[in-house]
């Protein structure tokens, strides 16, 4: 069954604010995340991954924090812009020889200008 | 230029027909997968493919058929299509199998709309 899932199903946020979207998961096993972006109309977007053996990793504008103690992911968005709005979904791969993407619920992540 | 294609990316169709989505990936990769989204946004795998072989089936009706003629295609066929098969069809592939820890590039849907 489903494993992944998120805390806040819509956030908010100002431009140019930070912006924080949570994750939980459930398998201890998993030894890879990843977050996608989904744009209305589009599919969903790699934005950053990040394996088991990290806590911590950057991109532009991004940061994911993995904290496998609590089971817990979240991606931070620097100085939110209106192009950031749309649903974001955290992955876990279950890892193991059929390892397999399972996706998050998603959340709505909407920027007002 | 586009690295995944689906078509079409709208199909509108009556309860009982057959209808088929085409997959195409341009970018090498050995990988190929059909998700599912329904209209909560939640994605779903379907099938997988890896080197023209399925590799994972999930627990999808039968009237799914999903065919590689090479590893550069994907389709899916549905039978006698129902009104609960109305989503929203990704098609996506990966450089090698999941199992290698390989992010997902994905196309850009097939709303399905069965009335």
């Known amino acids: 069954g489903e494993s992944v899932g998120l805390h806040l199903p819509t956030l908010s946020v100002q431009e140019g604010d930070n912006s924080i979207i949570n994750c939980a998961y459930s398998n201890s096993a998993s030894d890879y995340f990843i977050w996608y972006k989904q744009e209305s109309g589009k599919g969903p977007q790699f934005i950053i991954d990040i394996r088991s053996n990290m806590d911590k990793r950057q991109g532009q504008r991004v940061t994911v924090l993995l904290n496998k103690t609590v089971k817990h992911l979240s991606l931070q968005i620097a100085a939110t812009q209106p192009g950031d709005s749309a649903v974001y979904f955290c992955a876990e791969n279950t890892g193991g020889s059929q390892g397999n993407l399972i996706f998050g619920k998603g959340t709505k992540l909407s920027v007002k200008p | 230029d586009t690295a995944v294609s689906q078509t079409p990316k709208y199909l509108v169709t009556q309860m009982g027909n057959d209808k088929s989505i085409k997959c195409e990936q341009n970018?090498?990769?050995?990988?190929m997968y059909w998700y599912k989204q329904d209209s909560k946004k939640f994605l779903k795998i379907m099938f997988s493919y890896n080197n023209k072989e399925l590799i994972i089936n999930e627990t999808v009706p039968n009237r799914f058929s999903p065919k590689s003629p090479d590893k550069a295609h994907l389709n899916l066929h549905i039978n006698s299509l129902e009104l609960g098969d109305s989503a929203v069809y990704f098609c996506a592939s990966s450089r090698a199998w999941q199992s290698t820890n390989e992010k997902l590039f994905f196309g850009s849907g097939t709303q399905l709309s069965v009335l």
């Open positions: 970018l090498g990769h050995d990988t």
